[in-house]
């Protein structure tokens, strides 16, 4: 499945690469949707949401590291025909696109394993990171609020050595566990408050880096989206019609390699190809279920606004 916006050359315009970045958000918002009407009346799913960040980080993970093996490009870049490329690499292309009269073919490198790594890097464990910045803030801001309105109702003064005996095992134990349990709750809110101080400045930083980056793109004064893509050396261009012919053979070349490394008695060789026959059915659909859950999302949005 593909989108596709408008544009010539291989530079993407300005509006792919914004649906892009936005797909992740708005995938996001609808499997959390999806999995809040399903716990109504399935309630173990409330686990899931109780772990939102983890679960959603763990599939991305699993679809960035697919996307990237096979297309070089990210889960949403791939849906929008896009591609990652060197930086070198992709200005050749460029200089190529702009020369038709030119005999050389465009070249064509794919990323090194590096800036795979690095890429899953900025894609998936960057934004869980965030995220759980973000849900600490929260928390600080309304805890916050919660003592300005009603005071604080917590006994900072109560000493626990006052009132138990000195020569009673069963005091010393529960004065240690109360002692370590208090510990750690000191800590716990001293991490909050530096979060609570730290994060709204981390914040307008990177949102400040973000919009620099693509006003500079949307005027085409750099060929870098994001900051990210920057530090990678790595430049987003639209794959060419060969390359979206190969990727199939490439995906087969892949899986062929794989399957050719089972190891084991046939029962086993057969057990593994089957799982593997499964994940890779899972993989191919993904996209598709995925994008299909944003659309059911987006549709029933307003109804759920009134």
Known sequence: MLFQ?????????FFEMAAAQQLPASLRAALTYSLGVFALRRPFLHRLLDYEHESFALL???????SLRTTDASFAESLYGLRRRPANVALNIHASTLSPDSDNPP???PLQRRQKVLSV???VVLPYLK???HSIYNREREARLQATLWGDDQNEGFDATLSFEEDSPLSRATLDSDSNASLRE???KRLQKIVGFCYPWLHATTEGLQFAYQLLYLLDATGYYSLALHALGIQVCRATGQE???TSSRISKIRSRERERLRGPQWLKTLQGALLSCMYTVLDYAQTGLIAAVFFFKVRWPFLSS
């Open 244 to 246: 979206m012919m190969d």
């Open 60 to 66: 991305m993970l699993v679809l960035e590291t697919h």
């Open 131 to 133: 995220s759980k910045l």
């Open 186 to 188: 000191r800590l716990r």
């Open 121 to 123: 890097v900025f894609l």
């Open 107 to 109: 070249p064509n490198s």
């Open 5 to 13: 916006v408008g544009g010539q050359g291989s530079r993407p315009t």
